[in-house]
Each structure stands twice: as C-alpha cells, then as structure tokens.
C-alpha cells in the first residue's frame, strides 16, 4: 500500500498511538526469527522484522501502509520464537486495533469485514453469512462489490453450504463474554 494514503488520511490520533506498540517491541534485535517463522511472510508486503523496525523508527507512515498486520492469523509462532520473548502477536493485535479504531483509509475493506463478522457471531452466537455479507457490501458503499463474489456465492448456494434465509432471532447468546471482552479492552 501507498503510506502517503495514510499520511493523507485521518490517522493522527493512530500515529500518537504507535507509541504504545513500539514500547511492546523495543528490544527487538533484528534478527529475522519472526519473519523466518510467520506461515503467511510470503503475502506481506513488509516482512514481520521490516514492520519491527519501522515500528521501532517511528515510522507510522509505513507501518499504516502496510497490510502486514492484516495478514497476521495469530498463529502464535513469532511469539513462541522470539529471543527476546517479544510479545510479537500482541502488537499485531495492536495495531490491528489502531487501524481499526482509527478507520485509516487502506485498511477500510478489512476492518468492515472483521467488524460485520463478529457483529453476526454477536447477534446469533455464529455467523450468518448472508446477513453478514450483505451488512459488508452496505458498509462499503461499492455498488459493484458483489460482483466479485457472486460466483463464489453461487458455488456455495449449489452445495447447500450457504443458507439463503435471512435470520430472524437475535438472541445473543454470547453477549456476556462480548461485554466482557470489550470491559478488559478498556481496561475497566
Ligand atoms: S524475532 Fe524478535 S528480536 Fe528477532 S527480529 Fe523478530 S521481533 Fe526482533
Ligand atoms: S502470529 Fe502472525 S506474525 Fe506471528 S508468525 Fe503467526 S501469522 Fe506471522
């Protein structure tokens, strides 16, 4: 991704924040472990050392424009492997955050989707994927979004995986341990 997308964006606020994530990795050494472990390094645009060290640089520019946190799975490895017993898939957690709290501009598509997704699991204590889609599509404004998914959709309906009734409960089965969640994020 272009940084000067997010340096044209509001992103601010995200910016001051990076302060806390390079605080979870200041003694990083460059070793290149993390990078060397990450299943998904491969599809990065940064690898997991170059977004450290960004990180560590005070380079939010770069790091917001990337999509290298977004690619993350939580796997856990880096974490495992580290030498410095960094808390590497935490500040992926972290910035996850930021770029989501902060709605910064590249990772829009990718934040809507995380955000509807877990809004559908809320509501039913699973997702629904067709509610969930279509919350996505409208989320994202593009008129022309569902194209790009209507073949895989289409293929799903034909095998029975995807239900086309839109679901009426919302029972919240889940809702204790959501508000719970967002307690500790807040730290209350
Ligand atoms: S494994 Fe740890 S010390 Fe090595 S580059 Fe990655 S974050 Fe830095
Ligand atoms: S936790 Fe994320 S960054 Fe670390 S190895 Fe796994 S996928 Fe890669």
């Not at 972290?94 to 829009?108: E, F, W, Y």
């Amino acid at each position: 991704m272009n940084p000067s997308a997010v340096a044209d964006s509001t992103a601010t606020h995200a910016f001051d924040d990076l302060e806390h994530v390079r605080q979870m990795i200041q003694s990083c050494i460059q070793c290149g472990t993390c990078t060397g472990s990450c299943p998904n390094a491969f599809a990065m645009d940064l690898t997991p050392r170059q977004l450290w060290r960004h990180v560590m640089l005070g380079q939010p520019a770069v790091v917001f424009g990337s999509r290298t946190f977004t690619l993350c799975s939580s796997c856990y490895y880096c974490t495992l492997r580290c030498p410095r017993g960094l808390p590497l898939t935490d500040a992926m957690h972290a910035l996850k955050r930021l770029g989501a709290r902060h709605r910064l501009t590249p990772h829009k598509a990718s934040t809507a989707f995380y955000r509807q997704f877990m809004e559908s699991v809320r509501r039913h204590g699973r997702v629904n994927e067709l509610e969930f889609m279509t919350l996505y599509f409208a989320d994202m404004k593009n008129p022309l979004l569902p194209l790009r998914y209507a073949l895989l959709g289409l293929r799903l309906v034909a095998k029975g995986k995807l239900s086309l009734r839109w679901p009426m409960r919302r029972q919240r089965p889940l809702e204790a341990i959501f508000c719970k969640a967002v307690e500790r994020e807040e730290g209350r």
